[in-house]
């Protein structure tokens, strides 16, 4: 029998703290989004209130299944007009602290889905 060792996916998260992510073993202090195969180190949003249509457009593009952000202000929600738009294109959104949400981009890539994580220091 021959034994294939798993591949790690090419953005897969390797470590984050409250003020930091390492992605293929890049340390990013700044906000950013990952897809499976993009990185943008350049994403404004410095709350998760200022989310709209236009900040996440970039995400929209790569047609995810599920958009996954990680932030540090505990219970912050996105404005209501990005939950609307999400939902009309049927793609869901995830807020959650940068721990959980790195965790679970892993896990969503790891099955072969379709994520994109926006992270807002």
Known sequence: M???REQRDKHSIQGYSETEIKINSVVYT????VSRETINADWRPQTIRELNVAILEPLLVLQPEVIVIGHNTGGAQPPVEVLQHLSKLKIGL???NIGAASRTFNILLSEGRAVALGIIF
């Open 94 to 96: 995830e807020c959650m």
């Open 2 to 4: 021959q034994i294939t």
């Open 30 to 33: 700044q906000n950013l989004w």
